[in-house]
């Protein structure tokens, strides 16, 4: 084997292992998203989570509290922006990444591209109402100056199967436990 063909499978199993290493982490904040989420789903409110990430760390955590709050404004997203603006004194959340279990609405992706907020990582998609690609990319659009990488699918089976048990107990009236 040539010394370039060395190099060349020794760089490209490095940029594997980026890859991996990157999975892995989405999926480990994914899991912290997720836990909220459960938190959300116990008090009768829609399963959504949301951590925001700065520097390998989560700066803040919110879930869903809309009906417990009788609070439009109670959304994981929107809370989670509060609460990180808070901390780091700034209303701009540049070099943070957000990480929600279901695709954002029209609301928390204006207040996404309204923090800077430079990475959005969804479990799963919300064809019906969702504003990160499913009726709109408002994360995405040329007319911004402002765009968002957004990442989906990370651990989406966990993140859906949330959704639709919570959607079942509600329409059997169950009450809201977990298994
Ligand atoms: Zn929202």
């Known amino acids: 084997m040539k010394d370039t063909d060395q190099e060349v499978k020794y760089e490209k199993s490095s940029i594997q292992g980026t890859a991996a290493a990157l999975q892995e982490e989405m999926e480990g904040f994914m899991d912290q998203a997720v836990r909220l989420a459960k938190k959300a789903y116990l008090n009768g409110d829609t399963p959504i989570g949301c951590v925001i990430v700065k520097d390998g760390q989560i700066l803040s955590k919110a879930y869903n509290q809309r009906n417990k709050k009788k ?6 997203e929107i809370m ?5 603006s ?3 004194g700034d209303w701009r959340l540049e070099n ?5 279990t279901l695709e954002p609405c029209q609301m928390c992706a204006g207040a ?7 990475r959005v990582v969804i479990g799963c998609m919300n064809p019906k109402a969702g504003c990160a ?3 709109i990319n408002l994360l995405d659009m040329k007319a911004f100056n402002h765009r968002v990488d957004v990442v989906t699918g990370i651990r989406e089976e966990i993140c859906s199967s949330l959704m639709r048990d919570f959607f079942k107990n509600l ?3 169950k009450g809201f436990s977990l298994k």
């Open 71 to 76: 609070n439009t404004l109670g959304h994981a």
């Open 80 to 84: 989670a922006i509060d609460k990180a």
């Open 86 to 88: 808070k901390r780091i």
């Open 96 to 100: 943070c990444t957000l990480y929600v």
């Open 112 to 118: 996404i591209l309204q923090a800077r907020i430079p």
């Open 133 to 135: 690609g499913s009726v």
């Open 171 to 173: 329409r059997e009236g």
